[in-house]
């Protein structure tokens, strides 16, 4: 079965750097696109990043542009979120999300904090 699992998160402070990373497995990960998730309390769950599958082609979120990138390691399984320059803002659980044949699986986040 599909599975995602992510890690990296932690405590950091304002203007500090993370990287996200998600394995996964069950489904021929270099064919299908990925994507990063993020909720904060109280908001919906909003796209941060997005990696097609081989890895050619990125998109981002507006707010983090420029100090987010989203890349890929199609031998290992696994997708990655630089995280630079962090705002309290961006404080939130992540989340990878695959798209197989239109249907959406999801890991089970990943706590970023973002405080001094």
């Known amino acids: 079965q599909v599975q995602l699992v992510e890690s990296g998160g932690g405590l950091v402070q304002p203007g500090g750097s993370l990287r996200l990373s998600c394995a996964a497995s069950g489904f021929t990960f270099s064919n299908y696109p990925m994507s990063w998730y993020r909720q904060a309390p109280g908001k919906e769950r909003e796209l941060v990043a997005a990696?097609?599958?081989?890895?050619?082609?990125?998109n981002y979120a507006d707010s983090v542009k420029g100090r987010f990138t989203i890349s890929r390691d199609n031998a290992k399984n696994t997708v990655y979120l630089q995280m630079n320059s962090l705002k309290p803002e961006d404080a939130a659980v992540y989340y990878c999300?695959?798209?197989?044949?239109?249907?959406?699986?999801w890991g089970q986040g990943t706590q970023v904090t973002v405080s001094s």
């Open positions: 990696i097609t599958s081989g890895g050619g082609s990125t």
């Open positions: 999300r695959a798209s197989i044949f239109g249907r959406f699986y």
